[in-house]
């Protein structure tokens, strides 16, 4: 229930699109009305303000994070997360949206029911609010448009085996149809990028030893999609229809040359990359501690700097948790009794909780901003699923989602104090730095011990879902960097 009384929130560091500066942000109906100096909005012309206020001194208000890459995992594995805990762990990490990825959950998204299955689910359990990608998977051609009248965001596809049954790979020639069809009907197609045939071919020796899963995991699996793919959008005609994809969490910097080319054909292609493969490195991964292991792998350091320069360059649209959990014990995890298998622990990083405060330690020591994380994580995301306008800043008209977020604040990761289902997180003992505050959902501020108030939300309609980076022009060969 929007609030209609106006209040305002001040700071002397808010996160504005065109960088951060001392301001009074006024909040009516859950969106954001006005933004004015500082300390302008208590003056004697706007009484009905008086008493409204919150003063944030020099806490940063930023935009609520968008996370379009969450595994919420329910119904079906809800052991290993929920719509309760993951949203609850969102708005306690400053997350104000997220997109719920359509497989691990049983049903999958991959048709209209097991979209409807998850809304219902979900109903009332939301303390941010929520949106929906739907499954391209072998044989659900026919499927796609219906999802799409319903208001998923896009698809996904996993160009290899995504580890569980109900959510089988596409073929090249079932790439292909998806491809086409989300083209006609102007849908974003989104990628997990490794190609089957490499991943076979790498040596496999299961163990405790982090070197032995990363050689199972090379960097020319990501590579080798990521062309198959190109080689699938131009068949299709991509670059005459205007096909939209995007490439999900990049760990290999190597992918990124491919991507630069494709998109100086015109193609539209986009990327992300996660805040495990920004700041974990191969290096430091302990022997046995599964709670690491994700596909594709986090890499070496050398890789991971080349990610972070990508970043800067812009060539990441997106910087997104891919949470991923299970529990203890498909970990494998030697403290809960288990084998510490690399090979056989479930893939995937918790962390839904802990991005922010993980990305801006580490941006923060290589001199980047506070403008630079919103952009990252609240704006660049808002844009690829279509939501800048509503989400992802503090602008006039926007829905009012807001963290207040001390930038200063350091804190130790304990596992099981996280709204997480389940007790696990690469991050755990770690110190970093940044500390969500409050978080605000379209101007209220969000409890987790209350009532949950997140709704779920729809693609919108209108003008494809974009990215700025993805060009709908072809430069000419003389335009490109010799
Ligand atoms: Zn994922």
Redesign the pocket.
């Known amino acids: 229930m929007p609030i209609s009384q106006p209040t305002v929130i001040r700071s002397r560091r808010v996160v504005l699109p065109d960088g951060e500066r001392p301001a009074d942000v006024l909040i009516r109906d859950g969106k954001i009305e006005q933004i004015a100096a500082h300390g302008s909005l208590l003056a004697g012309d706007r009484p009905d303000i008086e008493g409204g206020l919150t003063d944030l001194g020099e806490t940063a208000l930023l935009p609520g994070l968008v996370d379009t ?1 969450v ?1 919420v995992n329910e119904p079906g594995r809800t052991e290993w997360e929920g719509f309760a805990t993951a949203t609850r762990a969102a708005a306690a990490g400053g997350v104000t949206t997220i997109i719920d ?1 359509p497989l691990n959950s049983i049903p999958p998204t991959t048709t209209v029911d097991g979209l409807a299955a998850k809304r219902k689910i979900a109903e009332g359990q939301a303390w941010v609010d929520l949106g929906f990608w739907g499954g391209a998977i072998p044989g659900n051609v026919a499927d796609l448009e219906p999802l799409h009248r319903e208001g998923v965001f896009g698809f996904k596809s996993f160009l290899a085996p995504s580890g569980v049954d109900e959510f089988p790979h596409v073929e090249p020639a079932d790439l292909e149809a998806a491809l086409a069809e989300q083209a006609r009907i102007g849908a974003l197609a989104i990628i ?1 990028a490794e190609d089957p045939a490499v991943l076979e071919a790498a040596p496999q020796q299961p163990g405790v030893h982090y070197r032995d899963f990363l050689a199972s995991r090379p960097a020319d699996a990501e590579t080798a999609a990521v062309a198959r793919l190109l080689t699938a959008l131009y068949k299709t005609g991509a670059r005459r229809t205007g096909a939209r994809v995007h490439i ?2 990049v760990s290999s910097a190597a992918v990124l040359p491919l991507l630069r080319q494709a998109r100086a054909d015109g193609v539209r292609v986009t990327a992300e990359t996660c805040p495990h493969y920004l700041t974990l490195a191969a290096e430091q991964v302990p022997d046995g501690d599964t709670a690491f292991k994700c596909c594709p792998p986090i890499r070496d350091e050398s890789n991971r700097d080349a990610l972070w320069e990508a970043l800067a360059n812009g060539e990441f649209i997106a910087v997104v948790s ?1 949470h ?1 959990p299970s529990t203890p014990d498909l970990k494998l995890l030697p403290a809960y009794g288990g084998s510490g298998d690399f090979a056989a622990a479930w893939g995937g990083i918790a962390s839904l909780q802990l991005g922010l405060p993980a990305v801006w330690t580490e941006a923060r020591r290589r001199g980047h901003t506070l403008a630079d994380v919103v952009r990252w994580m609240s704006a660049g995301p808002a844009e690829l699923v279509g939501l800048t306008g509503t989400k992802g800043a503090i602008a006039v008209g926007c829905d009012a989602d807001l963290v207040a977020f001390d930038p200063d604040g350091e804190f130790a990761v304990h596992a099981a104090e996280l709204h997480h289902r389940n007790p696990v997180t690469p991050y755990a003992g770690r110190t970093l730095t940044g500390a969500v505050r409050t978080t605000w959902l379209r101007g209220r501020a969000v409890d987790t011990a209350a009532e949950p108030f997140g709704r779920q939300l729809t693609r919108p309609a209108g003008p494809r879902p974009g990215g700025s980076s993805a060009p709908t022009t072809r430069p000419t060969r003389s335009e490109e960097t010799p």
Request: overall charge negative; hydrophobic content about 25%; charged content about 10%.
């Open positions: 890459h595994h990825m997990h999900l969490h891919d991923s």
